[in-house]
């Protein structure tokens, strides 16, 4: 999982200039991290966790939204991620 700070650098947008992956410390350019956050549709992402509260039944809320995403990026996103970069 990445993180800045303890905090998921995918929250932190643009002005997170270090990756840490796996334990190991990295400098990414500022510019990259900026592009790539940029170029990832956070409204998708919004609409895709709200659709699956909907399905769920369950309401649709900011604290609810946000639970998810949390939960999401701490126990999904890195093994994601990493199965997605491995089959490339």
Known sequence: MLFYRGIPALLRGG???FLFVAGKE???PDN???ELA???DTAVIA???LQELENQNIEQTLANGQRVW???LESELSE???SSIKAR
Request: proline letters at 5%.
């Open 15 to 17: 002005d997170a200039p």
């Open 26 to 28: 990295g400098i990414m």
């Open 32 to 34: 990259l991290l900026d």
């Open 38 to 40: 940029r170029w990832i």
């Open 47 to 49: 609409e895709a966790i």
């Open 70 to 72: 949390l939960d999401f």
């Open 80 to 82: 994601g991620l990493r």
